[in-house]
């Protein structure tokens, strides 16, 4: 099959609507992961519920995310959108990562820094929120990154619930049109043009904080 620009050049407006709902999923997404896995990650710190918390966990992150798709669009009530469930669930399974990098960089936080909190009676918010927390972000923003790449990365697996993300956009035309290779390429290509930056953007993030 030959290479028609004239075609190619039609379906970018279907294509780039496409990518719009791709960065919505990933940016809501992974706005869900990063909330959920650091209050997974607190919670784990607590004797009662935390071990509870680690399995649930540890089983979603263990499972792939395409049958957790499947799974809970299937059940899902009719009136919850797909692109609903899709986010929920991107942003469900990407916090079960969320969470050990946020516990890592918890438990990088100095002993003597607890000890001292501690010593001053310090209340668990104070605690967390300004003594804790800022220690803990700051070195782990690069791995948090990465995270977001590959969230955006996964989105493609949207098109099993019929979210219109834009792999399933150019399924669709190469269905309607008969030529895939065009559509197919140029997706490809808008996958490359967003996360190629956004890992040079984070590669720089890692050297900065690694410095610091």
């Known amino acids: 099959m030959n290479w028609d620009t004239e075609f190619a050049i039609s379906i970018i407006p279907r294509l780039l609507e496409g990518l719009a709902v791709t960065v919505q999923?990933?940016?809501?997404?992974?706005?869900?992961?990063l909330v959920l896995g650091l209050?997974?990650?607190?919670?784990?710190r607590?004797?009662?519920?935390?071990?509870?918390?680690?399995?649930?966990?540890?089983?979603i992150r263990t499972t792939p995310v395409l049958v957790q798709l499947l799974f809970v669009?299937?059940?899902?009530?009719?009136?919850?959108?797909p692109l609903t469930i899709g986010i929920t669930v991107l942003g469900?399974?990407?916090?079960?990562?969320?969470?050990?990098?946020?516990r890592s960089g918890i438990e990088g936080v100095a002993k003597g820094q607890w000890e001292a909190c501690r010593a001053l009676s310090l209340p668990p918010l104070r605690v967390w929120g300004a003594v804790v927390m800022p220690q803990a972000i700051r070195k782990v923003i690069p791995p948090l990154g990465n995270y977001l790449i590959s969230m955006?990365?996964?989105?493609?697996y949207l098109f099993a619930i019929t979210v219109g993300e834009m792999m399933f956009v150019a399924k669709a035309i190469g269905t309607e049109a008969f030529r895939s290779m065009e559509a197919y390429t140029l997706a490809g290509l808008f996958f490359l043009a967003v996360s190629?930056?956004?890992?040079?953007?984070?590669?720089?993030?890692?050297?900065r904080y690694a410095a610091v």
């Open 25 to 33: 999923a990933t940016v809501i997404g992974y706005a869900v992961a």
């Open 39 to 44: 209050v997974v990650a607190i919670l784990r």
């Open 46 to 59: 607590m004797d009662y519920i935390g071990p509870v918390v680690f399995v649930v966990f540890e089983f």
């Open 73 to 81: 669009f299937a059940l899902a009530p009719p009136a919850v959108t």
């Open 92 to 102: 469900v399974h990407y916090a079960a990562y969320t969470a050990e990098v946020y």
């Open 152 to 156: 955006f990365k996964d989105t493609p």
């Open 196 to 207: 190629v930056p956004s890992a040079v953007i984070i590669r720089r993030l890692e050297r």
